[in-house]
């Protein structure tokens, strides 16, 4: 019976028991001191919270800048051929230009083309091209795993059916920005143009063509 009442207390534990002032005072100066030396040394090692932070900015500067981007859209259902259009429509143009000309296509191919296209903008302007002189300088599709399919015929019989599937690739990089290539385009013709010079009017005919017919 005395181990019993040995480990019987009638009052409450001791970490529910509310201090005393004293008790908190002295736990707060304690606390306080605490504190002070562990934000102290906190400073000296690691500085300010947000010191720490990667900024988009910083990434950006010392992330290795780029004078080319390939990119490649997903395997459509679709004839190469046909993917061959629009891919020579967008081969040599600006970036924005070619986005401009996917807008107004009435192709099927044309919509997700465009977004693969404003996706590849974004991510070469990141990569260190600049937007101004961003040009597609190469463009051109791959073919992809032809998809089987039953053709389903009269008289019990039946056949395959290949759907075939394309990919679209392109390449970016700084070319020409528009004036600079309608100025050489100016000089170009200007270059055609050639003149008469002094030539004397009195002088005979060459190669002159006399007609056996009298009319």
């Known amino acids: 019976m005395n181990l019993i009442y040995r480990f019987l207390s009638f009052g409450l534990?001791?970490?529910?028991?509310?201090?005393?002032?004293?008790?908190?005072?002295?736990?707060?100066?304690?606390?306080?001191e605490e504190s002070s030396t562990e934000s102290q040394m906190?400073?000296?090692?690691?500085?300010?919270?947000?010191?720490?932070l990667d900024l988009k900015e910083e990434?950006?500067?010392?992330?290795?800048?780029?004078?080319?981007?390939?990119?490649?859209?997903a395997?459509?259902?679709?004839?190469?051929?046909?993917?061959?259009?629009l891919s020579?429509?967008?081969?040599?143009?600006?970036?924005?230009?070619a986005i401009?000309?996917?807008?107004?296509?009435?192709?099927?191919?044309s919509k997700w083309i465009r977004s693969m296209l404003a996706w590849s903008r974004d991510s070469a302007i990141e990569k260190g091209i600049r937007r101004s002189r961003m040009v597609v300088a190469q463009s051109w599709v791959s073919k992809g795993p032809k998809?089987?399919?039953?053709?389903?015929?009269?008289r019990a019989r039946m056949g395959v059916k290949h759907h075939p599937t394309a990919r679209l690739h392109i390449l970016l990089?700084?070319?020409?920005?528009?004036?600079?290539?309608?100025?050489?385009?100016?000089?170009?013709?200007?270059?055609?143009?050639?003149?008469?010079?002094?030539?004397?009017?009195?002088?005979?005919?060459r190669r002159k063509v006399i007609s056996g017919w009298t009319w």
């Open 147 to 154: 998809i089987r399919r039953i053709d389903i015929k009269g």
């Open 42 to 52: 906190e400073r000296k090692t690691t500085g300010n919270l947000f010191d720490s």
């Open 100 to 109: 401009l000309q996917m807008d107004f296509s009435e192709k099927r191919a």
């Open 88 to 97: 020579r429509q967008v081969a040599g143009l600006p970036i924005d230009e």
């Open 13 to 32: 534990p001791s970490w529910l028991k509310r201090p005393t002032k004293k008790e908190d005072e002295e736990n707060g100066e304690t606390m306080t």
């Open 173 to 205: 990089n700084e070319g020409q920005t528009y004036d600079q290539v309608m100025a050489r385009k100016w000089d170009k013709e200007l270059n055609k143009v050639r003149s008469a010079g002094i030539v004397r009017e009195d002088g005979k005919l």
């Open 59 to 73: 990434r950006n500067k010392q992330r290795k800048m780029v004078s080319e981007a390939t990119y490649k859209t």
């Open 75 to 85: 395997q459509r259902k679709m004839s190469p051929r046909k993917l061959a259009l």
